[in-house]
């Protein structure tokens, strides 16, 4: 049962909470971690969309840039019903240390708009994020913050952001965004980024844990961009994708779903409950059920603060690679540490998604394209690097992975800021 008395902890909170706990243990300089605490720079527009039937509407968006010290600043931009000033500022936090632990020359950031998209038109959707674009680009550049693609948004925004962007500065300029379609400039591979970032991310980690992948029994939250893919490529790798779930809810099938029947659906706009087989093949489930499943790898890959501490305490899996951001409360990751299951952080396992925006961005500036094999090799070998790397400091430190990432990560970032001084 849920304390209803207790307060959720918020993505904010657990973000500058990871952040001090690791600050301790690094001994940094008070001054330093009070820095990294709280973003350098936020910009909350509210502005007015015309509807589709006469009306205006006020939105309200955010930019927000957490530190710039290793490069510009990089991050998605999410629209949901849920975004607020708190979790950008969390999710541009971990974005700082995404891009510092697999070692890309980026800071982090991240925006948002407060609305569901699904709940208004596709001309709607296109004046909202025109304007939005317009808004924020005081502070965007393809040399200063390049968005990108999250929970809600799409190659389709990222093209409407790109044109009004180049619309206002006279000329085309694809590297202000990455996540584009290939046709504006976008890369191949980049869709299927970050999923694919999280299946070579879980495979590793299953040879640190001894475990086989082939044969494992696996259950993924959230069945969007990066949920759908990794759920597919694990089964492609002989994993028994055995659940999957989006916000309507889960489908669980003990002897493993047909993902490639259920990922073909999504890619034509359908909902797992709308299946023709649905019931057939498979029982339904909650979302809760599907956290609680037993199984050998549990990902969750829809929204923050999924794993809280009483679901952790139900957890029955041996491993939680998390592909969603903050989706482990604080108070959460205790409980998974004290129950001595083995947790690959979002900051190392999502990563891959802003490595191949890293690529998009560098093929953009280049005006030269690379093939996919290409990306996706490069891809495997900054994230099998990055993954041995915070291994090893996990392993000399004797800390968890996710203290070992955020350890070979502050460290870059501090070295950055130390190198380049306080101006004036
Ligand atoms: P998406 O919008 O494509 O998919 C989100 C999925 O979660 C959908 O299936 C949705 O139905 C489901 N969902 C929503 N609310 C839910 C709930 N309460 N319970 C269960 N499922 C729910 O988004 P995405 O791009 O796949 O992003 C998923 C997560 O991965 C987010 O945390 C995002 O920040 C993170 N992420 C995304 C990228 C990227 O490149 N897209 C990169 C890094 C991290």
């Known amino acids: 049962m849920t304390n209803q008395l207790a307060q959720p902890e918020s993505a904010y909170e657990t973000a500058q909470s990871q952040l001090r706990s690791v600050a ?7 001054g330093v971690t009070e820095l990294l605490a709280s ?3 936020e910009l909350t527009v509210r502005f007015p969309v015309r509807m589709d039937d006469g009306t205006t509407r006020v939105f309200t968006g955010y930019r927000v840039q957490h530190n710039e010290a290793r490069g510009p600043v990089k991050g998605g931009l999410r629209y949901s019903p849920l975004v607020n000033l708190d979790e950008v500022r969390a999710l541009a936090m971990w974005m700082t240390w995404k891009c510092a632990v697999v070692n890309i020359p980026y800071g982090g950031a991240k925006g948002g708009v407060t609305v569901d998209p699904r709940a208004i038109s596709e001309a709607e959707l296109e004046r909202m994020t025109r304007r939005y674009a317009a808004e924020i680009s005081i502070i965007i550049g393809p040399e200063k913050d390049i968005p990108a693609p999250d929970v809600g948004t799409d190659g389709r925004i990222m093209g409407w952001f790109m044109d009004t962007y180049s619309m206002m500065h ?7 965004v990455t996540g584009k379609p290939v046709e504006l400039g976008g890369s191949f591979g980049r869709i299927e980024a970050t999923g694919r970032g999280v299946a070579y991310i879980t495979a590793e980690a299953c040879k640190r844990q001894r475990i086989n992948l082939r044969g494992a029994t696996v259950a993924v939250q959230g069945f969007g961009n990066v949920g759908s893919v990794t759920a597919r490529l ?28 259920h990922y073909a659906r999504r890619k034509e706009g359908g909902l797992l409950g709308d299946h023709p087989n649905h019931g057939v093949d498979h029982d339904d489930i909650t979302n809760e059920d599907l956290l609680t499943l037993p199984v050998d790898i549990l990902i969750p890959a829809a929204l923050e603060g999924q794993i809280t501490d009483q679901i952790a305490s139900r957890v029955r899996c041996k491993m939680v690679v998390e592909a969603a951001n903050g989706p482990t409360t604080a108070a959460g990751d205790t409980v998974l540490a004290e129950r001595g299951i083995y947790v690959v952080p979002d ?5 891959g998604g802003v490595v191949v925006s890293y690529f998009e961005w560098v093929q953009d500036l280049q005006s030269f394209f690379w093939e996919e094999k290409e990306v996706n090799s490069r891809l495997e070998r900054i994230m099998v690097n990055a993954f041995n790397e915070v291994a090893s400091m996990a392993e000399q430190r004797i800390v968890r992975l996710r203290q070992g990432a955020y350890i ?3 460290k870059r970032v501090v070295d950055a800021m130390k190198m380049r001084g306080i101006y004036p």
């Open 39 to 41: 973003p350098k720079r």
């Open 347 to 351: 900051i190392l396992a999502n990563a």
């Open 234 to 261: 694990l089964a492609q790798s002989g994993a028994k994708v055995v659940a999957v779930s989006d916000s309507r809810g889960g489908i669980y099938n003990p002897n493993g779903l047909d993902i490639e029947d």
């Open 408 to 410: 070979v990560a502050l």
């Open 170 to 176: 006279g000329h085309s300029v694809p590297g202000v």
């Open 24 to 30: 301790m243990m690094l001994d940094l300089d008070a």
